[in-house]
């Protein structure tokens, strides 16, 4: 079965600190993989999502960026964090490559709240 | 215009009783799905339920349905029996088929009277 692992689950970074998130999936390939950032009380937003290797696309423009170096590996990085960067983002995969996919839910990992000070 | 909207931010119900939440959805692919997702307070996301567009019967799991009106593109998911740990936010998503991004709504939240 499919396996989502997300880390870490908390985070406490000072304003201007560098950030890396990381996110792997077990048990599929070539997965579709997101990130997303949720306020608190709020709806979820879209970061990056990734349809393969070197295939990734931002929705929103920010000081965030995010590589995906592996098939089933998506990592979120910024090089200075600033305060409005709190909350909790979630990484997730669906079923990528064609097909029906847009049938396939997204998994999500636990998530990791960040809150920077 | 908004691809996903739920009009409840919040509703109550009470233990064992039926609730329904709203979702409403804009589109112009005849292709996409529509699901259902949990949120705790733990913060996971749970995948509930999932609605395709050409699927001719609603979809059930457990004791959730999706109440799906093509015609006027809605998707509402209806909770039996309620429980205690229902207690959540709920939120609907959607997914075109010419694309790969998912838009979910505000959500709402659901607290559950004992």
């Known amino acids: 079965s499919q396996t989502i692992h997300q880390w870490p689950a908390t985070l406490v970074q000072p304003v201007g600190s560098p950030l890396s998130l990381e996110c792997t999936v077990e048990?599929?390939?070539?997965?579709?993989l997101y990130w997303y950032r949720q306020a608190a009380g709020r709806g979820l937003q879209l970061l990056f999502y990734?349809?393969?290797?070197?295939?990734i696309s931002s929705e929103v423009p920010q000081n965030l960026s995010a590589s995906r170096p592996q098939d089933r590996q998506f990592i979120l990085s910024s090089k200075k964090l600033l305060l409005s960067d709190s909350g909790f983002y979630l990484c997730?995969?669906?079923?990528?490559?064609?097909?029906?996919?847009?049938?396939?839910?997204?998994?999500f990992g636990n998530g990791t709240r960040l809150t920077v000070t | 215009a908004q691809k996903i909207t739920q009009t409840q931010p919040g509703m109550f119900v009470q233990e064992k009783e039926a609730v329904t939440l709203d979702c409403t959805y804009d589109t112009s692919d005849p292709s996409y799905g529509l699901f259902w997702y949990k949120q705790p307070s733990s913060g996971e996301m749970i995948f509930l339920i999932y609605q395709g567009s050409y699927d001719q019967q609603n979809a059930t799991e457990g004791r959730y349905s999706l109440n799906f009106q093509k015609a006027r593109k809605s998707a509402n998911l209806v909770i039996s029996a309620s429980q205690l740990g229902d207690s959540a936010m709920y939120f609907c998503a959607m997914r075109e088929a010419r694309g790969n991004q998912f838009y979910f709504g505000t959500g709402t939240s659901l607290t559950v009277i004992p």
């Open positions: 990734s349809i393969g290797i070197d295939q």
């Open positions: 048990g599929t390939s070539n997965p579709n």
């Open positions: 997730a995969w669906n079923i990528g490559r064609g097909g029906r996919s847009y049938n396939s839910p997204l998994h």
